[in-house]
């Protein structure tokens, strides 16, 4: 795998030749768009009462996510597909996300970086906007502990309810609108791919920070996403299988020696703390 992404597994090798023609298909990317806006249409209209809102949302901050990838690799002149979006007509998203495949090597450490940092950058732009607009939209209401899945919420979403919604009192929530939970699932979305293990957006970006050196740190970061699946949230089991499915060591750049530079490494670390605004460790409070 050249790459990778949860949320939908990708970026990755181009498939064997003799699938090459009907996988790299401009059809096959306009169908799969096409069927994920169906996808998470229906999803927002029959459990979130706003199909339109959702989808429309939702859909702008994932193509935002892998066009920011995909941009970027032209500017590094590293190959890559279209985006493969991925319908699936089940809350609580509607789709498993988007993938392009990147179809040439990463050439450098900064092309490294910048191809893995710039999906969430790219993604957040528009999910910042949806969750302000969003909750500006949404109700406070006594809570209901039998109705709807109660969401877990980020230390950048609290921040921005308190913001937008002021203090809740005790016994009441915030009814979020379709347009506000699309932008949740972007916080959510942009959270998991900059987790620094792998060959995930996040993993990218540690490899090109401190280079072989970063096993090491995505076996500690492992370590403690797993302590956080036995203590707080079980459902985060199948994405460690997932991760560890597909390996832990990142393949190095045709130029593994070339500095990043002062201002690599300051996105770099913004991209860290973004992640750690944005995770969510128990997404769905459906257990304990």
Not at 124 to 143: N, Q
Request: proline share 8%; glycine share 12%; net charge positive.
């Amino acid at each position: 795998m050249q790459g990778g992404k949860i949320f939908g597994v990708g970026p990755g090798q181009e498939p064997l030749a003799s699938s090459r023609s009907w996988w790299s298909s401009g059809w096959v990317h306009i169908l799969l768009f096409f069927l994920t806006l169906l996808s998470t249409y229906w999803v927002g209209s029959a459990f979130l009462g706003g199909g339109g809102w959702y989808c429309f949302s939702l859909m702008t901050i994932l193509l935002a996510h892998e066009l920011g990838h995909w941009l970027m690799s032209r500017r590094h002149r590293v190959k890559a597909s279209f985006p493969y979006f991925i319908p699936f007509p089940l809350p609580p998203f509607g789709t498993l996300g988007a993938v392009i495949r990147m179809r040439s090597p990463m050439t450098t450490r900064k092309a490294l970086l910048d191809i893995g940092a710039a999906g969430p950058f790219a993604g957040l732009v528009f999910a910042l906007p949806a969750v302000v607009v969003g909750l500006s939209y949404s109700s406070v209401v006594e809570k209901m502990p039998t109705e709807g899945l109660p969401l877990g919420s980020s230390l950048l979403f609290h921040i921005l309810v308190r913001w937008v919604k002021g203090p809740i009192p005790g016994g009441q929530e915030v009814l979020l609108h379709p347009l506000a939970y699309a932008g949740w699932v972007g916080l959510f979305v942009t959270a998991l791919n900059l987790l620094p293990i792998g060959q995930l957006d996040g993993g990218h970006i540690l490899y090109s920070l401190i280079g072989e050196r970063s096993i090491k740190a995505f076996k500690l970061a492992l370590g403690v996403f797993g302590l956080i699946c036995i203590v707080f949230y079980p459902g985060w089991f199948l994405l460690i299988l997932l991760l560890l499915l597909f390996g832990l060591r990142h393949p190095p750049p045709l130029d593994p020696v070339t500095p990043l530079g002062k201002g690599r490494v300051i996105v770099g670390l913004l991209a860290f703390l973004i992640f750690f605004l944005c995770f969510t460790p128990v997404p769905f409070q459906i257990w304990g």
